[in-house]
């Protein structure tokens, strides 16, 4: 998927709504954050936070997201 600067998601692809089952209306704007493992939201965010502040060249983060259908996928987010 893609989360735009200001945090807000806009765009998920094939794969992701294929594979994973995501639909953009559930998820977008702030909502991809509701995808999140709770052990993991703090440290994504955190580090979204600092690459969009400037503190990271790039981002290239592990995580789990939680799907709709109550699965756990680790996905692995870049930025550019």
């Known amino acids: 998927y893609w989360v735009n600067p200001a ?3 806009d765009y998920i692809n094939g794969a992701m709504r294929r594979d994973l ?3 953009l209306e559930a998820v977008a704007g702030d909502g991809w954050k509701t995808l999140l ?3 993991d939201r703090e440290r994504v965010l955190d580090r979204w936070r600092a690459f969009t ?4 060249e ?3 983060l592990d995580y789990r997201i939680c799907l709709p259908d109550g699965r ?3 996905v692995q ?3 550019v």
């Open 77 to 79: 987010g870049r930025t």
């Open 53 to 56: 502040a400037g503190g990271d």
């Open 7 to 9: 945090g807000r998601l």
């Open 37 to 39: 493992h709770p052990d």
């Open 72 to 74: 756990v996928r680790t």
């Open 58 to 60: 790039a981002l290239v």
């Open 21 to 23: 089952g995501l639909r």
